[in-house]
C-alpha cells in the first residue's frame, strides 16, 4: 500500500460522482464571512444573503470556500477533487447530472480539509525538514519553475507549414514497388548493374532465382514509407516512377534491389495531425535552444579545452576520479559551478544497471555532449526563471503548494499512522468472505470455430451440427468458409482464454453457454463465426492462501483510510477550521 494511495481515497472518497459533465450554470453560494470577497471572487454577486459565484468559472477559480489554520481551500481545489471523482467513477453508472454534483460536494470538501488538517499537523510535527522530504519539494519547484520559463518561450510558437506539408506528405507516400531479395550482396550488385545495363528486370530475376541466388519478392504491390523497412524507405525517399534502387542492406543481413513502378498520395487525417504535431514540437525545441543560447552568452563561460579532453572509458584518471573532480566544466554568474563530477553524474543517471558495461562497451563518451547541454539548460533556465520572478506566478506557486501538501501528507501517513494500523488473520479473513468476487479466478473458455462469409452459411452450420454432424468432418467440408489467412479471429482449441478479453460482441454471444454449445458470432458483414464451446470454466474463487497477501494489503489500506480520517476528525474538533460554502445549485 502507497500513501499516495491513501491519499487519492481519501480525495476522491467513495460517493458517486455525476456521470455527465458538471455543468458551468451551477453556483457555488458562500456566506458573507468569506474575504476579501471582491479579490478573489471575481463574477461575485450577493443573492439572498449569500455570495454567489460560478462553480466551476475560471474566474471565481481563487475564490476561497474553507481556511484550515493559515491555508485556504479555493474554489479550483474544489473542483479538480470533484472532476478527479468524476472520473473514476463515470464508468459505475453513477448519478446523473446536477443533482450527483450537488450531493458530492460536501463530501469533497470535507475530505479536503482533512488533508489540509494533516499536513498542518506534519508541518508543525516538522516532517518538512525530513531529508527526503526536503529534497523531493526542492527538486519539484526547480521543475515547476523550469517548465515556466518553458512555457513562456514557446507560448507563440507555431508550425512551420511548410515543414507540416512535407512531414505529411513523406507519410502518405505510397510506392508501387518490385523486389527481389539476395544473400550475397555481389549478386545483388551484379543484378542491379545488368539491368541498369539494359537488361530485362524480370528476366534477370527469373535467372537469378534460378540459380538460387535470389529470392523473388512476388509481384509490384503498394507499400507506405511507414510500413517498409527504415533501409528501404530511406533509399526510396525521393525515388520517381521507374526507378531502380542498388543494393539496400537488410536487418536480417540480407539484400534488395527495389524498382518503383509507381507514386501516389493518399489523404490520411491522423497522418496530417501527426505531421502538425511534429512540427510543432521541432519548432519549441528550436525556441528553447535559442532561448538556451542566449542565456549561456549572457550568464555561462564554458571551459570548451576541459569537456573536449574530458575521457570517462579512459583507463587514467579513471571514471572514480572523474565522478569526483571538482573542476569546473562551465562557471554561471551568481550561481554554483557545473563541475566534471556534475557532469559525471548527470552521465551516469543515463545508466541504470551500472557504469561498468558501458565504460567496456564505449558507450558513455558519446553522451556527454548531450548529458552536458542537459545539465546546463536545467542551471540556466532555472536562474532565468527565477530572474523573472516565475516562482510568484499563482499557478507556479500552487502547484508547488499542492506537493508540498502531499509530500507532508505522505511522510506523516508513513512515520505516524502506518506503524499504529495492524491486521490480524481473522481480520483478512473476513474481508475475504465478504469479498470473495474480488479474489476469483475469471469466467474462461476453451474455443474452436469455423469462419462462414454469410450469416446464413453459418446459421445451416448450427442447425447440422446441434443434430449430430460432427465438427472436425464440418471444418473439412462445408463449403463458403473465410479463408485461414482472411480470419480476424483465432481460435485455439489448446489455448484457455479469459471471457474479458475477448470481443465484446463474442462474449455477448457466449453468454449462458455450456460445454458443448454451438454460438454463432458475427465479427464483420463477411465474416461469420460458428463458435464450438469446447469447455466453459466458470469463475471459482481462489483460496484464502493463495491471496492472503493482496488480502492483506486491501484490509491495511482500509484500516489506514480510516485511521487517518479518525486523526483528522479530532483536529479538526480542536482547530481553526472555516467552512464558508453554504451551498450549490443553479
Not at 33 to 49: E, F, L
Not at 169 to 185: N, S
Not at 412 to 441: C, D, G, L, T, W
Request: net charge positive; hydrophobic share 45%; proline share 4%.
Amino acid at each position: 500500500m502507497t500513501t499516495s494511495s491513501i491519499l487519492l481515497a481519501l480525495l476522491v472518497g467513495a460517493t458517486a460522482a455525476p456521470a455527465g459533465a458538471p455543468s458551468a450554470t451551477m453556483y457555488a453560494y458562500l456566506k458573507p464571512s468569506v474575504a476579501p470577497v471582491p479579490a478573489a471572487c471575481k463574477g461575485s454577486k450577493a443573492v439572498a444573503g449569500l455570495v454567489q459565484v460560478p462553480l466551476f468559472g475560471e474566474d471565481s477559480a481563487a475564490c476561497p470556500v474553507a481556511r484550515v489554520g493559515d491555508q485556504t481551500i479555493t474554489l479550483i481545489d474544489l473542483s479538480e477533487i470533484l472532476a478527479a471523482a468524476h472520473e473514476s467513477r463515470e464508468t459505475e453508472g453513477a448519478a446523473a447530472g446536477q443533482k450527483g454534483v450537488e450531493q458530492q460536494v460536501g463530501p469533497a470538501l470535507d475530505r479536503l480539509i482533512q488533508v489540509r488538517l494533516v499536513t498542518e499537523e506534519a508541518r508543525e510535527m516538522g516532517m518538512g525538514d525530513v531529508p527526503e522530504a526536503k529534497q523531493a519539494m526542492a527538486l519539484f519547484e526547480e521543475q515547476v519553475v523550469r517548465l515556466a520559463l518553458e512555457t513562456q518561450a514557446t507560448e507563440g510558437v507555431r508550425a512551420d507549414p511548410a515543414e507540416v506539408e512535407r512531414l505529411y506528405r513523406d507519410a502518405i507516400r505510397e510506392w508501387k514497388v518490385r523486389t527481389v531479395l539476395f544473400k550475397k550482396q555481389a549478386d545483388a550488385k551484379a543484378f542491379a548493374a545488368g539491368v541498369k545495363g539494359g537488361g530485362d528486370f524480370e528476366a534477370l530475376a527469373k535467372k537469378a532465382v534460378a540459380a538460387a541466388k535470389a529470392k523473388d519478392g512476388g509481384p509490384s504491390e503498394w507499400v507506405f514509407a511507414r510500413n517498409v523497412q527504415v533501409a528501404i524507405a530511406h533509399a526510396l525517399a525521393k525515388a520517381r516512377p521507374g526507378f531502380l534502387s542498388g543494393t539496400i542492406k537488410l536487418p536480417d543481413g540480407g539484400f534488395a534491389v527495389v524498382r518503383v513502378d509507381d507514386v501516389r498520395y493518399v489523404d490520411d487525417p491522423k497522418a496530417k495531425a501527426s505531421a502538425q504535431e511534429a512540427s510543432l514540437l521541432r519548432q519549441q525545441r528550436i525556441a528553447l535552444e535559442k532561448l538556451l543560447a542566449d542565456l549561456a552568452n549572457r550568464y555561462a563561460k564554458i571551459d570548451d579545452k576541459l569537456l573536449a579532453k574530458l575521457d570517462w572509458e579512459a583507463k587514467k584518471p579513471g571514471y572514480a576520479a572523474l565522478a569526483k573532480d571538482t573542476r569546473p566544466v562551465a562557471t554561471i554568474a551568481g550561481e554554483k559551478p557545473i563541475t566534471v563530477a556534475d557532469l559525471s553524474a548527470e552521465l551516469t543517471a543515463t545508466f541504470f544497471h551500472g557504469m561498468e558495461s558501458p565504460i567496456k562497451e564505449k558507450r558513455v563518451n558519446k553522451g556527454k555532449t548531450e548529458a552536458f547541454q542537459k545539465l546546463l539548460m536545467k542551471r540556466l533556465f532555472e536562474k532565468e526563471a527565477r530572474a523573472r520572478n516565475l516562482q510568484d506566478q499563482p499557478a507556479v506557486k500552487r502547484a508547488v503548494q499542492d506537493y508540498r501538501n502531499a509530500v507532508l501528507f505522505a511522510v506523516f501517513v508513513e512515520r505516524v499512522i502506518v506503524p499504529s494500523v495492524k491486521v490480524s488473520e481473522a481480520e483478512a479473513q473476513v474481508h475475504y468472505e465478504k469479498n470473495k468476487a474480488k479474489y476469483s479466478y475469471p469466467q474462461m473458455y476453451k474455443l474452436d470455430g469455423i469462419a462462414f462469409q454469410t450469416a446464413k452459411g453459418a446459421q445451416s452450420a448450427v442447425e447440422r451440427l446441434r443434430s449430430g454432424t460432427d465438427f472436425q468432418w464440418m471444418r473439412a467440408n462445408a463449403e463458403g468458409q473465410v479463408k485461414l489467412e482472411e480470419r480476424t479471429l483465432s481460435l485455439d482449441t489448446a489455448a484457455v482464454v479469459i471471457a474479458s478479453s475477448l470481443p465484446a460482441g463474442l462474449a455477448k454471444a457466449l453468454s449462458g453457454s455450456v460445454t458443448g454449445d454451438y454460438r454463432i458470432y458475427a465479427a464483420s458483414e463477411k465474416e461469420f463465426y460458428v463458435v464450438r464451446v469446447v469447455e466453459n470454466i466458470p469463475p471459482k474463487a481462489q483460496p484464502y492462501l493463495e491471496v492472503r497477501e493482496p488480502v492483506a494489503r486491501a484490509v491495511q489500506e482500509e484500516k489506514t483510510k480510516q485511521a487517518v480520517k479518525e486523526y483528522a476528525d479530532k483536529l479538526r474538533a480542536a482547530g481553526d477550521v472555516e467552512v464558508y460554502l453554504a451551498r450549490i445549485g443553479t
